[in-house]
Nanobody, 122 residues
Framework: QVQLVESGGGLVQAGGSLRLSCAAS????????MGWFRQAPGKEREFVAN????????SYADSVKGRFTISRDNAKNTVYLQMNSLKPDDTADYYC???????????????WGQGTQVTVSS
C-alpha cells in the first residue's frame, strides 16, 4: 500500500506559478513510477505528466508541455509538479498517483492522493 498526500494548490492569477508536492509513505517510493492527473468540474480525469522511478524519463500532456515540470526526490519520498505560465484552463483538482510501470492511462494507476485544488483567475 502506498499513501499519497498532495499539497501546494491554491488561487493564482493567470501567468503565475505554483509548485505542487506529493508526499508518499508506505511501500518503497522508488519502486513506483508517478503521475499527475487533473480533473475539472464536469470533466473526466486527465493525464498531466508522469515520471519513471529514477527520474530519467518524463512525459507531458500537450496542453502543459513547456509550462509544467515533473520531478521527484526519492530520498524525500516526494514528487513535484512545477506549474508556470498558468492559464484559467488549468483550473482543476490535481491528483498524484503511483503505478508500477510509467504510462498515461488513469486506469493503470493503483494509488491516489486526495487531490489539491488549483484555481487560476483571469
Amino acid at each position: 500500500q502506498v499513501q499519497l498526500v498532495e499539497s501546494g494548490g491554491g488561487l493564482v492569477q493567470a501567468g503565475g506559478s505554483l509548485r505542487l508536492s506529493c508526499a508518499a509513505s508506505g511501500r518503497t517510493f522508488s519502486n513506483y513510477a508517478m503521475g499527475w492527473f487533473r480533473q475539472a468540474p464536469g470533466k473526466e480525469r486527465e493525464f498531466v505528466a508522469n515520471i519513471n522511478w529514477s527520474g530519467t524519463f518524463t512525459s507531458y500532456a500537450d496542453s502543459v508541455k513547456g509550462r509544467f515540470t515533473i520531478s521527484r526526490d526519492n530520498a524525500k519520498n516526494t514528487v513535484y509538479l512545477q506549474m508556470n505560465s498558468l492559464k484559467p484552463d488549468d483550473t482543476a483538482d490535481y491528483y498524484c498517483s503511483a503505478t508500477t510501470d510509467v504510462n498515461r492511462d488513469v486506469h493503470k494507476y493503483a494509488y491516489w492522493g486526495q487531490g489539491t485544488q488549483v484555481t487560476v483567475s483571469s
